[in-house]
Nanobody
Framework: QVQLVESGGGLVQAGGSLRLSCVAS????????MGWFRQAPGTQRELVAA???????NYQSSVKGRFTISRDNAKNTVYLQMNSLKPEDTAIYYC?????????WGQGTQVTVSS
């Protein structure tokens, strides 16, 4: 089992920045890829960014150049630095971790960007 706890969400004006954090606990040695999805009201959950165990990254096209995903394996933490935020980035952001053929999810953190 893996437990994930996110933090760092909040309300920010357009053009501002936020950094999300996700701390993993439990069977962390089994974790490979980690990343972030988001879900806005009335929409499906979509991948924002992912990072592999060897730090290869992948981004949704709408956030490339604005968001940066990173991980600190010593702290069992994955980060999402979000810059130049837009109102359309407003959503609940969910951290995930892949471990032993299963995907684990955090509880989500709300990000609201005002225009």
């Amino acid at each position: 089992q893996v437990q994930l706890v996110e933090s760092g969400g909040g309300l920010v004006q357009a053009g501002g920045s936020l950094r999300l954090s996700c701390v993993a606990s439990g069977n962390i040695v089994s974790i490979s890829a980690m990343g972030w999805f988001r879900q806005a009201p009335g929409t499906q959950r979509e991948l924002v960014a992912a990072i592999s165990a060897d730090a290869h990254t992948n981004y949704q096209s709408s956030v490339k150049g604005r968001f940066t995903i990173s991980r600190d394996n010593a702290k069992n933490t994955v980060y999402l630095q979000m810059n130049s935020l837009k109102p359309e980035d407003t959503a609940i952001y969910y951290c995930y971790a892949d471990a032993v053929l299963r995907r684990y999810w955090g509880q989500g953190t709300q990000v609201t960007v005002s225009s």
